[in-house]
């Protein structure tokens, strides 16, 4: 049994086009109107292949192909919304083989005991609303719903809103379901792959997260007659702490500790004022636990420092945490030995990005197969993948996802 390559192709081509940018990227941000309309032509190609549709209150999606026996589902899927001049591979290729895969089981009318279940996640990102995996974390558990309903863009604008302005906001319970696995495909965004020759990762883990936000409050003044030795700058604080965060990862604890400011809010963010305020995020991982447990301390001191120089006062949330998460290795077999059976070169490896994958893992058994990153790119409108690796790729989900709904 294998894909079909060709309209899994058309099927990327035509939803690449919603949202896509004019260096052929993606700017789909979570709940925009991209998103809808990407979100609206999965849901007609899930009716198309006879799926069950539901929507949570999440604007989760769900689409059930029905077993032959009432049991837990096999649950394939990943996210739709990309940051914001982002690639067309991040998220929707993983949702894009798991439809080609149901789509495979349908053409050979294969049945299963289990439910085979697409599933496409809201705000994996984390990009328009803080944190990412928002939607797969509220499912597991792990974040309340009124939270997630009430994060703000940075427009202020809430998330519950443009769920229901998008026509998302659904009536199921946004809460775990009868799992009998995880799959989710998605690009390694990481060299490792490409520099090894192989078609496919398995999965063996994903890295420790964690999110902070820190707001610094100066004194906004005019960037002429101000002299330099009364200022309280902002954003001198700041860059002080960019480059406090890097030395951490890099040297004080090193190893495979990374470390990110990635968003710097600037206000007034004029020429002629002295930075009033900036608020900043600070995005660290590590494989261990242990080591982010050391970092967060570290932050703290680095944020602690860089303010008192510059005699501005500070605010610092840990607001966001998942621990390293370990994939089933009964599934990681799974789907290993499903890749020889595709003929794939595979290796295993560890995730350095994020993924829905590490709350379904709280839930049930889960694992993730990857496809190489030219380049390592990724988060860019550079992120491509070969398709001769997608196909390799989704025919080794399809494999897997059969083998986990056939059995008992
Ligand atoms: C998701 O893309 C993440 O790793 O932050
Ligand atoms: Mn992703
Ligand atoms: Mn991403």
């Known amino acids: ?52 549709v539901r929507v949570d209150r999440m604007g989760n999606i769900f689409g059930e192909r029905a077993g032959t026996a009432p049991l837990p589902s096999v649950m394939m899927g990943s996210h739709l919304d990309s940051v914001p001049t982002g690639g067309r591979y991040d998220g929707q290729l993983g949702v ?17 005991r289990h439910p085979v279940t697409l599933v496409v996640f809201t705000n994996e990102e984390g990009a328009r609303f803080q944190p990412a995996e928002l939607a797969s974390g509220v499912m597991a558990g792990k974040i309340p719903l009124e939270d997630a309903y009430n994060a703000r863009d940075k427009d202020g604008v809430r998330l519950v809103d443009e769920l229901e302005r998008i026509g998302y906001l659904g009536p199921e319970p946004c809460a775990a379901r009868p799992l009998r696995a995880y799959l989710e495909l998605h690009i390694e965004q990481g060299p490792l792959l490409e520099e ?53 990862a890099k040297e004080i604890i090193g190893g495979d ?37 050391r970092a967060l301390p570290m932050i703290e001191r680095v944020v602690q420092d860089a303010c008192e120089r510059e005699g501005v006062r500070w605010e610092l949330q840990h607001y966001w945490r998942v621990p390293y998460t370990p994939f089933d290795p009964l599934v990681v077999d799974t789907i290993e030995r499903a890749a020889r059976t595709a003929g794939a070169r595979s290796r295993r490896l560890r995730s350095g990005a994020g993924h829905d994958a590490q709350y379904m893992a709280t839930l ?19 992120e491509f993948t070969p398709l001769d690796d997608i196909e390799y790729g989704a025919n080794t989900l399809l494999l897997a996802a059969a083998e986990l709904a056939r059995g008992e």
């Open 96 to 112: 894009l083989c798991a439809l080609e895969a149901i789509r495979t089981l349908d053409d050979h009318r294969v049945r299963t």
């Open 1 to 52: 049994m294998k894909i079909d390559r060709r309209r899994l192709e058309q099927t990327i081509e035509e939803l690449s086009r919603l949202g896509e940018t004019a260096n052929g990227g993606l700017t789909r941000l979570a709940l925009s109107d991209d998103d809808r309309r990407a979100r609206d032509r999965v849901v007609e190609w899930m009716r198309t292949a006879s799926l069950a």
């Open 196 to 248: 090894a020759g192989c078609s496919v990762g398995v999965v063996e883990g994903i890295v420790a997260i964690s999110w902070s936000r820190v707001r610094i409050h100066g004194t906004q003044d005019h960037a002429g007659p101000t002299p330099m030795r009364t200022r309280h700058d902002a954003l001198v604080a700041a860059a002080d702490i960019v480059a406090g965060v890097r030395r951490m």
């Open 364 to 382: 049930g058994p889960a694992g993730m197969v990857f496809v190489p990153s030219r380049g390592g790119r990724s988060h860019c409108e550079e």
């Open 257 to 293: 500790m990374v470390g990110t400011v990635g968003n710097l809010t600037v206000s007034p963010n004029i020429v002629n004022a002295i930075p009033g305020t900036v608020t900043l995020s600070i995005d660290v991982r590590d494989p261990s636990d242990a080591t982010l447990d």
